[in-house]
């Protein structure tokens, strides 16, 4: 053991102290230390400054002003419009068409005055002449219908009278049960029983028992209980004539005064002290915030990961 404290494999758990990454470095002092030493070194890149805007060029990108419409002369949209309306019409072969007489209004309903071609013959309210109506001839004549509905009256269908076929009582369920007993007869052995076939973990009822239950025990025969005991006469009272008791004065016993010596200290054969052996050595554990960043934020997904608010 060392001269003071623990050793490393006591204290930590491990073979040897991890060594120091900043053992050795010169102290920098944080107290005026500029935000960017490299800014005040050096030469640094100068603007020409900001231009503002104005009537001179000196605020654009390029060296003179450039027109949208540079050498176009100018065009009346009146006259253009006057020009279109002449070319147009020099394409017409002749004069505009005008109706020899105006438009001519009917008079009344059911006149045929301002139309082409005056009436037709397919819309004449005259009446056509029809043939002479020749009722159809009369149907063959049968008997009456029987009456009744066929259903327990004999001889009233065309055919012949349907033969009467016994019908027992309960028929399906006797048909039924000589199907199961002819069943029972052709099986061979019990049903098929895999012992391979998975099974869930946890049995859907825990008090479930595949194995017969064990005979009920016999509660064991009661022992009559002994009646209490009764002395023949009452207890006599503790006084200071010792009547209640078995002696009439407690017997003397003997205890000299020893004094206790000290045990010695356990020691080996070296005179050493003996230390029992150490427990299990404890280690240093990542907290659980740390292992759930690690997890949540890892070498795939640290590009798209996004902050997460509950």
Do not use: W
Request: glycine share 10%; with cysteine; aromatic share 12%.
């Amino acid at each position: 053991m060392p001269a003071e404290g623990k050793s490393d494999m006591d204290r930590v758990g491990l073979f040897s102290e991890m060594g120091y990454v900043t053992i050795g470095d010169k102290y920098v002092s944080h107290y005026m230390r500029p935000f960017n030493e490299a800014a005040s070194k050096n030469r640094q890149m100068l603007p020409g400054g900001t231009k503002t805007l104005s009537a001179l060029q000196a605020g654009y990108f390029e060296p003179q002003f450039v027109r949208i419409f540079d050498g176009e002369a100018y065009s009346n949209p009146v006259q253009l419009r006057r020009r279109y309306r002449l070319a147009e019409s020099k394409k017409n072969l002749g004069k505009a068409f005008l109706p020899s007489n105006g438009d001519k209004l009917p008079c009344g309903l059911g006149s045929y005055y301002g139309t082409i071609g005056g009436s037709y013959a397919y819309f004449s309210p005259q009446l056509k002449a029809k043939e002479r109506y020749i009722p159809p001839g009369k149907n063959f004549y049968t008997n009456p219908g029987k009456k009744g509905t066929g259903y327990g009256y004999a001889n009233l269908t065309i055919g012949e009278q349907y033969p009467h076929e016994p019908d027992g009582y309960e028929e399906e369920r006797i048909n039924a049960k000589k199907a199961q007993e002819e069943h029972k007869r052709l099986v061979k052995g019990g049903p098929f029983k895999l012992n391979l076939y998975p099974q869930e973990y946890f049995d859907m009822n825990p008090y479930f028992n595949d194995k017969p239950l064990p005979p009920v025990k016999k509660p064991p025969p009661e022992k009559p209980i002994a009646p209490p005991f009764k002395p023949s006469s009452p207890a006599k009272k503790v006084r200071g004539m010792k009547g209640g008791t078995f002696d009439p004065y407690p017997s003397h016993s003997a205890d000299p005064y020893v004094i206790k010596k000290s045990k010695a200290v356990t020691t080996n054969k070296e005179r050493q002290i003996f230390h029992p052996p150490p427990g299990p050595k404890s280690r240093p554990v990542t907290s659980i915030i740390t292992l759930n960043v690690t997890r949540s934020l890892n070498v795939k997904n640290y590009k798209t990961a996004q902050l997460m608010s509950y």
